[in-house]
Structure formats: C-alpha cells, structure tokens
C-alpha cells in the first residue's frame, strides 16, 4: 500500500512521502502545528445552515387521537435486517383532506436494500406513536433490530431519541445520513410534487444554528497536519480498508452523494494529521460523528464539523495573505468534486499505512 502522500503519478520512481508541487494545494500551509486557533471576535459565514420543515414543537405530547382523522397505508421495501438505520420524522409540503400538513416517517438502510415510508396525521406526532411504527418493523419474521439509527434534524432529537432508547437501538445524531437525504430529495421531485395535496405554502423553512466552534479535546488533538489532495482511485484503495475493518474511519457509496460520475483521477482535497499516536487518536475520533471540515479564513484555522451542529477548533495556521488565498484554494477544490473531501490519520508522512481514514462531504440539507 502506497503512503497516502505518495502522488502514483509522480515522476520520480522513488516513493517520496508527500504530493508532488503541482499538485499540492497548499504548500506553506504545510506541517503546520496541531495548535486550537483562538476564538475571532467575527462571526463565520457558516454559522447558520438552512434546513427544512418548521418544526413549531419538538415536545412529546400524550395526544388523544381521534378515529375520524385520515390513515394512510405505509410502503416498504425489503426487510430491516442492517446494523444502522437512516431516519427522518417530519412534515411535508403536502395537506391533508382537513388543510393540515402531513407528517412522514422515513427509515432506510445505507445500501437502500431496506426501505420504509409512512404519513401520519399531525396529531400523531409523538415518541409512543413513533415507537409503535418501529415496533411494527422489528416484529417483522426474519426483521433484525439496528444497532445504531442516524437522523440529522436535530429539531426532532427529543421524540426520535425517546422512541429509539425504548427499543434500545443507539439514536445518533448526525448528518452522515447520505443515502436518506438523496432518497428525500427523489422523494420531492418525483413523488410530492406530484401529489394533490403539494403546496409550496406547507415547505417552510427553519434556521439551523451551527455552534461557536468549541476548543479540541487534547485526546483528538495530533502534532501536524497538512491541507493534501488525492486522485479519486488512490482515496478509494485507502477506503477499502476501512471497508474491511483494518483501519479506523468511515466511508459512503458516492452514489448516494450523488458523485458516482466523478472520474477516478480527479483529485479529492483533504487534511492529514501526523501523530506518533495515531491509532489512538484515530479510535478517539471514530467516536464523534464526522461531517466535514471547513477552512476558516476568519479564524485562520480548520474547523471540524461533527454530529448535527458541533464545532471544533481543529488546527490553526499563521495568518498571511498568502496561507489564506491557500485555504481558499482548498475550499474550491471541495466544489469542484461535489463537495468530497477527507480526512486522514498518520504517524508520520512515510507510513505505509494510515490509522484513520474518512470520507466526508460538504453537503447542503435537503430543501424540503
């Protein structure tokens, strides 16, 4: 296995630790200190996220329900039999025969071999309701319980994590829920704005506040890091590993990221963190839920973004014209790849082999 600085189109035959300079991004940049930036008095531009579906109230009311109300029929695809679920519970831009929005319950599996749908009155939104359809599911013959559910409105936490806890299947809020999101927005274009009862008045918008980025816990915190780039093939090679469990890290089908077209020599932006105790550091980081990593230009630091609306000061680097035309630079490279990026763990720029590995991606919510 090639170091994963090591450029296979390099036009040296030795193996020489690191990107070549035509294809490095960043290179003052390079090795700087794994130092916690300091907070800046100016308010970052990603600070707020727009996201989908007001959520007027997040409670868990005991409702009576009403026989007369409108029922609707669930679908389902395959059996439950993954270890992780993707979930999302919220309404839709869609009103029922009494003008009252539609509730919708969705649960998929990463490979989408299981899929799962269901509409719910608005007055049934609550976690003894939620839990009763996913009781439903796992009583299923040859259904298997989930270890873990992932679900990314952090608006919904209070029910979704109630009703999983009962059931003991571990909530975990994240926005690592690719092939959910891809399906939801399927779902818009192919089935909701296709229904009678869509209406563009019922898909109002909530604020999603990111937090102030927190200082790096020193159990996460490496001793160098470089902003780096990979061809799309090379990244891969390293993902498989983590596919076969021989490295920490996580990884996604690109076409639930919608980057299936992506050529294989395009070249993936990334950050690689040097420690001598890089296995370590990289099972302490395969305990938070990697989103993304952002290249703050205010704060002269890179940003990690974990779980739904976490922040962390990641690395810094010394402020100058010229470093921060470099992270900018980086931060375009992430469009140009549909916003894929990674990050790595090593020991050192010549290992043969990373400790860490994972693939993320700088995705905007579901519009709806």
């Not at 690191?18 to 300091?38: G, I, K, M, N, Y």
């Not at 599911?137 to 029910?159: D, N, S, V």
């Not at 469009?335 to 894929?340: E, H, I, N, P, Q």
Request: a positive charge; hydrophobic letters at 35%.
């Amino acid at each position: 296995m090639n170091c994963l600085l090591q450029d296979p189109k390099c036009c040296c035959h030795t193996s020489c630790g690191r990107l070549p300079p035509r294809e490095r991004l960043a290179t003052s940049v390079h090795r700087q200190p794994f130092t916690a930036a300091r907070q800046s008095s100016r308010s970052s531009s990603r600070n707020t996220r727009r996201l989908c579906c007001r959520v007027t109230s997040t409670s868990d009311p005991a409702t009576s329900v009403s026989t007369s109300l409108p029922t609707y029929s669930p679908h389902q695809k395959g059996l439950p039999q993954s270890q992780v679920w993707e979930l999302d519970f919220c309404s839709r831009p869609l009103l029922d025969e009494r003008g009252k929005k539609r509730w919708e319950l969705l649960i998929c599996s990463p490979d989408r071999k299981f899929e799962y749908s269901a509409y719910f009155p608005n007055n049934k939104i609550n976690s003894t309701q939620l839990k009763a359809a996913l009781l439903g599911l796992l009583q299923q013959a040859g259904a298997e319980k989930p270890r873990q559910c992932r679900f990314f409105r952090g608006q919904m936490q209070t029910i979704i994590s109630r009703s999983l806890a009962d059931l003991d299947i571990a909530p975990v809020p994240s926005r690592r829920c690719f092939t959910l999101i891809s399906w939801l927005q399927e779902r818009l274009e192919n089935l909701y704005k296709k229904d009678p009862g869509y209406s563009d008045k019922a898909a109002s918008l909530f604020m999603l506040d990111l937090q102030s980025p927190q200082e790096l816990p020193d159990n996460l915190r490496g001793e160098q890091w470089n902003f780096v780039q990979l061809p799309l093939s090379a990244l891969l090679e390293e993902l498989s590993q983590v596919k076969q469990r021989e490295v920490f890290g996580d990884t996604f089908d690109l076409a639930t990221a919608d980057a299936a077209d992506l050529p294989l020599d395009a070249l993936i932006p990334g950050v690689a963190v040097f420690s001598k105790r890089a296995v370590p550091l990289a099972a302490w980081t395969s305990g938070f839920e990697l989103a993304a990593l952002v290249a703050d230009t205010d704060r002269a630091c890179v940003i990690l973004e974990t779980g739904v609306n976490q922040r962390w000061r990641y690395g810094s680097y010394r402020r100058n014209p010229e470093t921060n035309a470099e992270a900018r630079q980086w931060e375009d490279a992430k469009k140009t790849v549909k916003g894929l990026h990674f990050l790595a763990l090593q020991k050192d720029e010549e290992a043969e082999q990373c400790a860490g590995v994972w693939l993320l991606q700088d995705r905007e919510p579901p519009s709806i």
